[in-house]
């Protein structure tokens, strides 16, 4: 079920009304009413792959509370690594199975031996990689006792299950969202009012921003040889904001949702292209995927502690995992590899730290914001190449310099058209962000007179007609 659909717009007000009229004085009947709500939204796509959100729930919720009880580090090694080895399993099979066969048969043609094999027709369950995070950090967190597992299998199925945060995020941490289901919650209009602002904004960032730019964005990148070398540049800008406004569009959205039910979840963009350097990009960029590798990964590998090699391998393990994660392709390795490469040297040089708060941005810093996003930009087209001989002629096609036309934007009514949405959606998108981010602001916060505007915005230049899935439904 997609946030932009008619059939999302029919399932939420039935959800909040049984929520907080029907069942709003039985908390027990709240959850329950969550996580079957949940199961309906994410069964909408494809009811078959619910029993592995089922599964995977019963599988950790068991492992941790028998985790909890043991007192040999040996036995709570073994119950922590059925829970990776289960979940990393699934993700594993299903996401990447025919990539490492392919990539098997690939390597050993290469010294010429053919090889005969088969692949499978596996369909990728929607938010596999996310809700397997979310329930990972749940085990790993219980093995390092920084929390207490719960003894509540319908609260720990509507934490797994969320369904605003499901399929794309954010990334929640136990600690943070559990807790939240065993309190009483009362309807704040306060509240609840800025979700459905944030709703207001994210479906803006969506509809209008992303859904025009990828009219361009689908033409481009399909055409290859067949544009300028301007053209295809800003072919590579324009991804650069239908993938942003995409994937932060269901960022506020899911946040303004669970706004709705009482809940707060975590900020998962924070104006990343504002950032000022790389480092501060992957701040700013994906926050609960960036954090959750921190925290899993890159410090229990040593972080920037140790020698300098040391250092470096740590980033590079990361970034490869963390570009391995978005997809089961070569681009999306060397996506990350690109990014560990533009974050050495600042660790090298030691300013890999030096935005660690959100500040505001003066006029001499411009450079140096412009310089970082045309780096990023860059990388993103790795991202959306199919593949990496793609990518590298896309590169090479821009720098062959052939030609400074912009045609395509503008040479029928209808490109005038959505060339003409493109720009005034992505001047609004940067103003009210730079606003945000000047009064150092987490999120943009909407007034009942912009938030009118706003939704005006969207019914005139959003994109309805097909409404086109969420580019992170695919990770």
Known sequence: MLFNSLDFAIFLPIVFMLYWYVFKRFLSLQNLLVVLASYVFYAWWDYRFLALIVLSTLVDFVVAKLMHRETTQTRRKILLLVSLCFNLGLLGFFKYYNFFISSWV???????????????????????????????????????????????????????????????????????????????????????????YLIIWGLFKKVVVADNCAFFVNQIFDGGGAYTSLELFFGAVLFGFQIYGDFSGYSDIAIGVARLFGFSLMTNFSFPYFSRDIAEFWRRWHISLSTWFRDYLYIPLGGSRGNTWQGIRNVFIVFLVSGFWHGANWTFVIWGGIHALLFLPLLLIKVHRKYLETTRISLVQLPFILFTFVLVTFAWIFFRADNASMATQYIQDIFSFNSGSVATFYKTPKMILFSAIIVISISILLLFEFLAVQKNKKEVVLTTYTAVCIAMLICFMGVFKNPSEFIYFQF
């Open 106 to 196: 690939d390597a050993w043609q290469l010294i010429g031996v053919s090889m005969q094999t088969t692949t499978l027709q596996i369909i990728l369950p929607v938010g596999i990689s996310f809700y397997t995070f979310q329930t990972l950090s749940y085990t790993i967190d219980v093995y390092r006792k920084n929390i207490e597992p719960t003894s509540n299998l319908i609260q720990f199925a509507a934490f797994v299950s969320f369904f605003p945060q499901l399929v794309a995020g954010p990334i929640e941490r136990a600690s943070q969202l559990l807790p939240q289901f065993s309190q009483k919650r009362v309807f704040n209009s306060e509240f609840a009012i800025s979700g459905f």
